[in-house]
């Protein structure tokens, strides 16, 4: 089994419910699978025995969602090479997406993920939580990307408008 890879938040993430903490859970799951080429069933085996149980920067981390965090991981790793697709066509040809830092990459999954399979959640709900994860890990501009990039899929995944997604109209 590979060792855990640490990827901890440098700002505190702000107190959310279960969903968020098992956001958070996947963002870090999905960063460890990239960094060491584990598959998805590894990582979660290893995160619920480990990662799951304690506290994060505070934040308890045992009442996070564990099914939603399993429905997750599992989902953007199955799905990594389509999602990775959408992303990327929503990235201009100078950013491409493998010049994105990989938290950065690992957060855009996991969001594109759940737009896709979680449509019983506003996908302005989403993207604003994504935001979030965002903002525990970077500044200003990581989080506006995500906005962006996240609305762009939430209208493309859904057939939906700006006002469904809360950004801008076009």
Same mark, same amino acid.
């Given at each position: 089994?590979?060792?855990?890879?640490? $990827?901890? #938040?440098?700002? !505190?993430?702000?107190?959310?419910?279960?969903?968020? /903490? &098992?956001? +958070?859970? @996947?963002?870090?799951?999905?960063?460890?699978?990239?960094?060491?080429?584990?598959?998805?069933?590894?990582?979660?085996?290893?995160?619920?025995?480990?990662?799951?149980?304690?506290?994060?920067?505070?934040?308890?981390?045992?009442?996070?969602?564990?099914?939603?965090?399993?429905?997750?991981?599992?989902?953007?790793?199955?799905?990594?090479?389509?999602?990775?697709?959408?992303?990327?066509?929503? $990235?201009? #040809?100078?950013? !491409?997406?493998?010049?994105?830092?990989?938290?950065? /990459? &690992?957060? +855009?999954? @996991?969001?594109?993920?759940?737009?896709?399979?979680?449509?019983?959640?506003?996908?302005?709900?989403?993207?604003?939580?994504?935001?979030?994860?965002?903002?525990?890990?970077?500044?200003?501009?990581?989080?506006?990307?995500?906005?962006?990039?996240?609305?762009?899929?939430?209208?493309?995944?859904?057939?939906?408008?700006?006002?469904?997604?809360?950004?801008?109209?076009?």
């Amino acid at each position: 089994m590979p060792e855990p890879v640490g $990827l901890e #938040p440098s700002k !505190p993430v702000a107190a959310g419910g279960r969903r968020r /903490r &098992a956001r +958070l859970a @996947a963002v870090q799951a999905l960063y460890q699978m990239e960094l060491t080429g584990a598959s998805a069933p590894t990582i979660i085996a290893e995160f619920r025995r480990h990662r799951l149980s304690g506290e994060l920067d505070g934040v308890p981390m045992e009442d996070s969602d564990v099914t939603f965090f399993i429905e997750l991981v599992s989902g953007a790793g199955a799905r990594q090479p389509e999602i990775d697709r959408q992303i990327a066509a929503a $990235l201009t #040809p100078e950013w !491409p997406i493998d010049r994105l830092d990989a938290v950065l /990459r &690992a957060i +855009l999954r @996991a969001g594109a993920c759940e737009l896709a399979l979680c449509t019983d959640l506003p996908p302005k709900v989403t993207i604003s939580e994504y935001m979030a994860v965002a903002d525990s890990f970077f500044g200003a501009r990581e989080p506006a990307l995500v906005n962006a990039v996240l609305d762009h899929l939430a209208r493309q995944l859904r057939g939906i408008g700006a006002s469904e997604t809360g950004g801008p109209t076009p």
